[in-house]
């Protein structure tokens, strides 16, 4: 917290209106998963077989300056030199967030050295029906649990990361808090779903208004001993309370193309620097406020956390309004808990699920 907040004070008083906060690496786009809901994967086989090498990942983290990486993928652990990556990163003591399904973590512990600089960021769509579910393979929670137990166990950061589409039951996603609590991971980062156009599944991706009406279900009541990895404010967005504009230049990509224009879930061109990147990207052609059809219903943490740290240092009502969303975390509303008693909407197979025999080889893969 302490480094978020020197670093963005200090592009304050540069008068710097565009930088970056977390560089989105993405070393390469295969996956040992086909979830319903990700377009990531949805490339020819050529393009499923490149690698960013450790030197180019360092130079992108070098050039970009931003206090932390985020790496995604693709599944970051198959790539065959991601623990010389993680090395080179935490050795410039940027606060890394290896984002991970950890169907491979246990065994690829040992690539790694617990470090205040390195948390894995667990994927996990929720209780155990919900995530295999969502992930598309039967049996995906377990492994990934026993991983997680596991890497606590070994003394390493560990935090969730889960996606949330039209269907979700807020009583599971709760209850799925309490669960992660118990576990004992440092925090849970929340997000809806984007409509990746290559998806499998275009049905279920959420609405802004929908989104806003299942998270006020999820996060209004809250049990105190819920932790968040989120900007607290950018909770209130999504609850409904609080609307931002986008800054996908708060978390730029880099992936195998170059610096990809104008986010993580867009491809718009890609730029050589991160300085083209930021001077030839046609910003205003995106965010909500933009008229842009892809960006419509768009509320994904990528897009807006970015701009809830702006606001929380943009001015003495956003830092107090922050100041207040930490301490005061209950968010009583009994039209929340009603919200809660609504008939939930039966669980959907997005699409064929896999067992745990089909999805061996290509876990090994």
């Known amino acids: 917290m302490w480094t978020v907040t020197s670093y963005v004070l200090g592009q304050k008083l540069a008068g710097r209106k565009q930088y970056p906060l977390v560089l989105m690496l993405e ?28 030197e180019e990942c360092f130079r992108a983290v ?29 050795a410039r003591k940027k606060y890394i967030y290896l984002c991970t399904n950890a169907l491979l973590l246990k065994e690829k512990l040992h690539l790694f ?21 969502a992930v598309c393979r039967e049996g995906g929670y377990i492994i990934a649990v026993d991983a997680v137990k596991e890497a606590l166990k070994r003394g390493f950061r560990v935090t969730t990361n889960t996606t949330l589409f039209d269907g979700a039951n807020p009583k599971s996603v709760r209850a799925f808090f ?20 290559k998806a499998p599944d275009q049905k279920h991706f959420l609405g802004r208004a929908r989104t806003r009406r299942m998270f006020r279900a999820i996060l209004s009541n809250r049990k105190k001993n819920w932790c968040f990895n989120l900007s ?21 990509t880099y992936n195998i193309f170059g610096w990809q224009k104008p986010c993580y879930l867009l491809q718009d061109g890609y730029a050589e620097t991160f300085a083209e990147l930021l001077t030839t990207t046609e910003w205003q052609n995106y965010g909500t406020e933009s008229g842009n059809p892809a960006c419509a219903n768009c ?21 107090l309004a922050t100041v207040k969303a930490t ?16 008939p939930a909407a039966p669980v959907h197979p997005l699409v064929q699920i896999a067992t745990p025999n089909d999805s061996l080889q290509e876990t090994r893969a």
């Open 27 to 54: 070393p390469l786009f295969r996956c040992n998963l086909a979830c319903a809901g990700c377009g990531k994967i949805q490339y020819p086989a050529h393009i499923l077989k490149k690698d960013l090498t450790p």
């Open 62 to 90: 070098d050039e970009c300056g931003a206090p932390m990486v985020s790496i995604p993928g693709g599944e970051p652990l198959m790539h065959p030199q991601i623990g010389e990556i993680i090395e080179g990163l935490v």
């Open 327 to 342: 301490l005061f975390t209950s968010y009583r509303d009994e039209e929340a808990l009603r919200l809660l008693d609504e």
């Open 178 to 197: 309490d669960e992660m609590m118990d576990l004992g991971v440092e925090g849970m980062m929340l997000s809806p779903g984007y409509s990746y156009d």
């Open 113 to 133: 050295k617990p470090s205040k600089y390195l948390t894995f960021s667990v994927h996990l769509d929720g209780q155990q029906e919900e995530h295999d579910l």
């Open 299 to 319: 509320m994904v943490h990528s897009g807006y956390e970015a701009s809830a740290v702006h606001a929380t240092f943009n001015s003495l009502g956003g830092f």
């Open 232 to 252: 607290p404010l950018f909770l209130e967005f999504l609850m409904g309370k609080r609307t931002y504009p986008c800054t996908p230049w708060g978390m730029p």
